[in-house]
């Protein structure tokens, strides 16, 4: 227990690594919302386009959560120096890196859905260069690791409403559906 | 102190535990064979989506697609000009199941669900309380939205992926009580098509997976299916399969039975088994029409390319509705089944349009095929007064001997109506997909039928080009190539005010 103790990161790094994961996921979720907007408000009405938010939302917590679950199982498996020592920023710049390949491969969707293994592989190949790019980055340089901390503290007020709006969310999928 | 039962007989009865499971009071309400009304008919419903009837070779049609609807017609009624009150699933679908007009059911848009106030008018509640076992099965989720609508009202609900090669969708199983708010959600959030995702990261891994789901499932069957297989909203199905499991269905159902099958073939993507790949390998070409206002820019080969791939699925959908025909020739149900073969809405392949996805409502987007197969039948009769989709409620109440309610906007269709074939009555089609759905309709195509003319008037679309109104005559111009649209013609004048008048009487409620 207490070896497993020492391998967890501390709840404010949870909290700022749940920032991190929640804030890309969020704002894409959100763009996707006001994008939908327009074509619902002809077809619903406003509280069914809110009970739909609330799917979306609530969904995007879920995947909010799964992904800082991996990174502090991440964080709890390699060496303190390799990850947890710059956990947060870590965990930032990865999501940086990880959100604008994910929006690049969101609008050239209906190409990635075909790809094969050996087609979809040299692009995974780039990807992890580039997570391993910003890896030493922050890693190397202190001064980066501590300004791309101060962003994740700066964020952490916003994502704390984004997070607020995925449990009302979850709680309004949870009282349609008893 | 002696027990009245002992610790094995207690493991015994828990072992039975399991069968609580079962939907006993859906199961208390069916009859059991024993007890089944032999008075009452059997009532079968087979939607083939997006089948036009131009290309059925039954009306008519050049190539040879339909042969067993033509073996099928000898002992049934065959309606020449039916029509579906729209040119997608959603509204169409809507119409035949409650008897009313968009303008009523307001179930006008992708997804959209009929108003609240409309639901319970529908085909199967007005079965309640008749001994009727009532299923509904869709392949197609526009359909499953407005069939889950109807669930309070049904013994047998099938999910679309019950009969589909593979399980992705989840907001069914999850949120089964909450499935039409939460498949909008499920929609915007994974991946049901090839749309940008509102997950960022889940969504790309689950499409990719799906994908590569999609490349084994081709691969298991290109044997088969050397074109690929067919699918919808990520959901992949084959049409044998769906016919195989609706022979066994309606052989085991609890009689008598009202059962509503709704299957994607003939639809888009044309994808059929390999015996009908290349059957129409023709040098035959449709009549080139000049483009429409609405012209999605398509060239004629390709259209032509797309027809001939629509009308070889076509012949596909033949052959599985006569084994299905045969089947229950075979086993007898004919003998007290009434079977209703129809289509929710056409396909166009002209005027540089592909599909349905269109505002226009020409012939082949809205004319269906309707064939009712009569128990006791032995010749075939004809029928070429105009019906429509709204009419197949009443007619069905009518055959089963229950009363027709005040708010249905349908007739009983001919042979069956004690009154004779009326032709003038004037019949509705529209389609208002960017309207909102309570609101006057401002953005609209609209289309009344009456006798061999019909009318079509645009409203709200931005572009000059398009004309406010257009009319033909089907009876010598069924290609609808001269608008004969003027202002100082009789039949113009008398089709524009019924088609006003209409609108404004839909538009009044809001």
Redesign the interface.
């Known amino acids: 227990m207490a070896i497993f103790k020492n391998r967890l990161v501390s709840k404010q790094e949870i909290f700022f690594a749940f920032v991190a994961c929640s804030f890309?996921?969020y704002i894409?979720?959100f763009y996707?919302?006001f994008n939908?907007i327009p074509a619902?408000?002809?077809?619903?009405?406003i509280g069914?386009v809110a009970?739909?938010s609330?799917?979306?939302v609530a969904?995007?917590l879920f995947?909010s959560l799964?992904?800082c679950l991996f990174f502090l199982i991440l964080g709890g498996i390699l060496p303190e120096r390799f990850f947890r020592r710059k956990f947060v920023a870590h965990v930032m710049m990865m999501m940086l890196v990880?959100?604008i390949w994910?929006?690049i491969?969101?609008?050239n969707?209906?190409e990635?859905?075909?790809?094969?293994?050996a087609e979809?592989l040299p692009w995974l190949v780039v990807y992890l260069f580039s997570i391993l790019a910003v890896y030493f980055l922050i890693q190397r340089f202190d001064l980066f690791a501590k300004a791309v901390y101060r962003v994740v503290k700066g964020i952490s007020v916003l994502a704390t409403l984004y997070i607020l709006v995925g449990v009302i969310g979850l709680v309004v999928?949870i009282i349609?559906?008893? | 102190m002696k027990y009245p039962i002992n610790r094995r007989d207690f493991l015994k009865f828990s072992s039975l535990l399991p069968l609580m499971a079962i939907d006993w009071p859906s199961l208390a309400s069916k009859p059991s064979s024993s007890s089944q009304n032999q008075a009452s008919p059997n009532v079968l419903v087979v939607v083939f989506d997006a089948f036009s009837a131009e290309n059925a070779s039954l009306y008519g049609y050049t190539r040879a697609t339909t042969p067993n609807l033509a073996r099928i017609a000898e002992k049934a009624v065959v309606y020449h000009h039916h029509y579906s009150t729209a040119n997608f699933t959603t509204p169409g679908t809507a119409s035949l199941l409650t008897g009313t007009y968009p303008w009523t059911h307001r179930a006008i848009h992708l997804h959209g669900t009929i108003e609240k106030e409309v639901v319970q008018n529908n085909l199967f509640r007005q079965f309640s309380g008749k001994g009727y076992t009532r299923l509904v099965y869709s392949h197609n989720l526009l359909s499953t939205s407005l069939l889950y609508q109807f669930r309070p009202d049904l013994e047998v609900f099938k999910w679309p992926r019950e009969l589909c090669l593979d399980d992705n969708q989840f907001s069914d199983r999850i949120f089964p009580r909450d499935y039409n708010t939460a498949f909008i959600g499920e929609k915007l959030m994974m991946p049901l098509d090839t749309d940008v995702s509102g997950s960022l990261f889940l969504s790309l891994i689950m499409g990719w997976l799906r994908g590569a789901e999609k490349r084994q499932i081709e691969e298991r069957l290109k044997d088969l299916y050397p074109e690929g297989v067919a699918g919808q909203y990520g959901h992949y199905y084959l049409l044998e399969t769906a016919i195989d499991w609706t022979i066994k269905t309606v052989a085991q159902l609890p009689q008598p039975f009202l059962a509503y099958i709704h299957l994607l073939p003939p639809h888009e993507p044309y994808l059929s088994r390999k015996d009908f790949v290349d059957l129409f390998a023709d040098e035959w070409k449709p009549t080139r029409k000049p483009k429409a206002h609405f012209s999605q820019g398509y060239p004629q080969q390709y259209l032509n390319q797309h027809r001939r791939s629509y009308d070889e699925y076509i012949a596909n959908v033949d052959a599985e509705f006569g084994r299905l025909y045969d089947s229950m020739a075979q086993n007898g149900l004919l003998e007290n089944t009434y079977v209703i073969f129809t289509s929710d809405h056409g396909e166009l392949f002209e005027r540089g349009i592909q599909g349905h996805s269109t505002e226009v409502l020409y012939q082949p987007v809205i004319q269906v095929p309707l064939l009712i197969v009569n128990p006791g039948q032995t010749k075939r009769e004809d029928v070429f007064v105009n019906t429509s989709s709204v009419d197949i409620l009443p007619t069905l109440l009518h055959l089963a001997g229950i009363n027709i309610p005040d708010w249905c906007e349908g007739e009983i269709l001919p042979p069956f109506a004690n009154t004779n074939p009326d032709n003038s009555r004037s019949l509705f089609c529209m389609e208002a997909k960017t309207n909102p759905k309570l609101a006057p309709f401002n953005k609209a195509s609209f289309a009344v039928v009456k006798g061999d003319h019909k009318l079509m008037h645009y409203i709200g679309y931005d572009n000059d080009e398009v004309p406010d109104f257009e009319m033909f005559n089907l009876a010598d111009d069924f290609e609808e190539m001269k608008n004969r649209y003027s202002k100082n013609d009789g039949v113009s004048q008398e089709l524009k005010d019924i088609l006003l008048d209409k609108i404004n009487e839909a538009n009044q409620r809001y």
Not at chain 1, 112 to 117: D, K, L, R, S
């Open positions: 890309p996921i894409w979720t996707k919302i939908q619902w408000i002809v077809k619903l009405n069914e009970s739909v609330a799917y979306a969904f995007s995947e799964l992904l990880s959100s994910a929006v491969a969101q609008f969707y209906s990635v859905y075909g790809w094969t293994f979809l999928v349609r559906n008893i």
